[in-house]
């Protein structure tokens, strides 16, 4: 089979319901197979197993935090490379994006930023 052909799969980690599946509707249209979750521990859990082309990450979860979950999964030697995360956070602090790029990650999201058509050219964009 062609690789190129393959339909890319991202893990979506959201708590807000009404972000989770706006999300989710936008890139499932958009032709990518979604998997979301809305804790850390479910994250968590699917980054160890690995196999998504794209990790949209909330920073701010219930159990553990998105931070906390990149640590444990670096920790865990997840088959989810780090440089597969984005972050999406609304905390447009600097010191949030700072800790991010720290830590690895592809890039982050300010979801107030983004209208829908935004949101979908910058996950094009992150998966190249």
Do not use: C, W
């Amino acid at each position: 089979m062609n690789q190129t052909s393959k339909q890319q799969s991202i893990l979506l980690v959201e708590d807000e319901g009404t972000l989770i599946s706006l999300y989710a509707k936008i890139l499932t249209d958009a032709g990518y197979k979604v998997v979301s979750v809305s804790n850390g521990e479910d994250a968590l859990k699917h980054m160890v197993k690995g196999g998504f082309d794209l990790v949209l990450l909330d920073i701010m979860l219930p159990q553990l935090d998105g931070f906390e979950i990149i640590e444990q999964s670096q920790k865990k030697k997840a088959k989810q490379a780090i440089n597969t995360i984005v972050i999406m956070t609304n905390l447009s602090q600097e010191k949030t994006i700072a800790r991010g790029v720290e830590l690895g990650v592809k890039g982050y999201i300010i979801k107030s930023d983004y209208n829908p058509e935004e949101f979908l050219n910058q996950i094009k964009e992150f998966l190249g």
